[in-house]
C-alpha cells in the first residue's frame, strides 16, 4: 500500500502570508496527487489534481508541484476563506490520502 | 447541477447492518466511476470502496473488505454501500464521490454512522 505524509500538521499564519504545505508517497506515483480543501461540517473539495493541474474555479492563489515522491501545496496571498484543512491524495494505486495538515489564524 | 446526496445513516448495534444510499443528479451517472470516502470523528480522510460505471468492477480498503458491498443501479441514478458486521471504528461519517481522471471532483454531503451499544 502506497502510505501519504503530510507536513506540518498545523501550521499558523496570517492573512496575506505564503504558506506551503508538503506531502509525501512511501514510492513513486508519477504526478497522480490531487490536494482537497476540507472546512469543518462539509465535504472535502478538490483544490488541485496531477500534482498542478487547477481545478476549474479555484483561485490562482493555489499552486501545486512536484512529482514522484515529494509534493508541495502553496498558498500565495492567504485568505480569510483560505483556513482550513487541507488533505494530498494519491490515486496512482487505489487512493490514499495524508493526515492532513490544519490551516489556523495565528 | 451536479449533486450527490447520501442517506442511510443511522446509529446501529455492534455486529448490526446498514445500507447507505447516495443519489445522483445532473449528470450521467453511468458514465462515472464512483468511491465511498469516510471520515471518523475528529480524523482524516479513508477511502473505502470503489465501482466502476457499468458496476462490474469494485475494490474495497482492507479494513472493510469481505464485510462492506458496493452497488449501483443506473436506472435510478444511485449508488449503494451495504455494511454488515460493523464495528465501533466504521462510525464515520461515509462520503460518496464521483471519479474522474482518477480524482474525486464532487462530494455528497455526508451521512453519519454511529456504531454502538
Known amino acids: 500500500d502506497i502510505q501519504m505524509t503530510q507536513s506540518p500538521s498545523t501550521l499558523s499564519a496570517s492573512v496575506g502570508d505564503r504558506v506551503t504545505i508538503t506531502c509525501r508517497a512511501s514510492q513513486s506515483i508519477s504526478s497522480w496527487l490531487a490536494w482537497y480543501q476540507q472546512k469543518p461540517g462539509k465535504a472535502p473539495k478538490l483544490l488541485i489534481y496531477?500534482?498542478?493541474t487547477l481545478q476549474s474555479g479555484v483561485p490562482s492563489r493555489f499552486s501545486g508541484s512536484g512529482s514522484g515522491t515529494e509534493f508541495t501545496l502553496t498558498i500565495s496571498g492567504l485568505q480569510p476563506d483560505d483556513f482550513a484543512t487541507y488533505y494530498c491524495q494519491q490515486c496512482s494505486s487505489f487512493w490514499t490520502f495524508g493526515q492532513g495538515t490544519k490551516v489556523e489564524i495565528k | 447541477e451536479v449533486q450527490l446526496v447520501e442517506s442511510g445513516g443511522g446509529l446501529v448495534q455492534p455486529g448490526g447492518s446498514l445500507r447507505l444510499s447516495c443519489a445522483a443528479s445532473?449528470?450521467?451517472?453511468?458514465?462515472?466511476?464512483m468511491n465511498w470516502v469516510r471520515q471518523a470523528p475528529g480524523k482524516g480522510l479513508e477511502w473505502v470502496s470503489y465501482i466502476d460505471g457499468s458496476g462490474s468492477t469494485m475494490y474495497y480498503a482492507d479494513s472493510v473488505r469481505a464485510r462492506f458491498t458496493i452497488s449501483r443501479d443506473n436506472a435510478k441514478n444511485s449508488l449503494y454501500l451495504q455494511m454488515n458486521s460493523l464495528r465501533a471504528e466504521d462510525t464515520a461519517v461515509y462520503f460518496c464521490?464521483?471519479?474522474?481522471?482518477?480524482?474525486?471532483?464532487?462530494w455528497g454531503k455526508g451521512t453519519t454512522v454511529t456504531v454502538s451499544s
Open positions: 464521490a464521483r471519479l474522474y481522471e482518477q480524482v474525486m471532483g464532487v
Open positions: 445532473g449528470f450521467i451517472f453511468s458514465s462515472y466511476e
Open positions: 496531477k500534482a498542478s
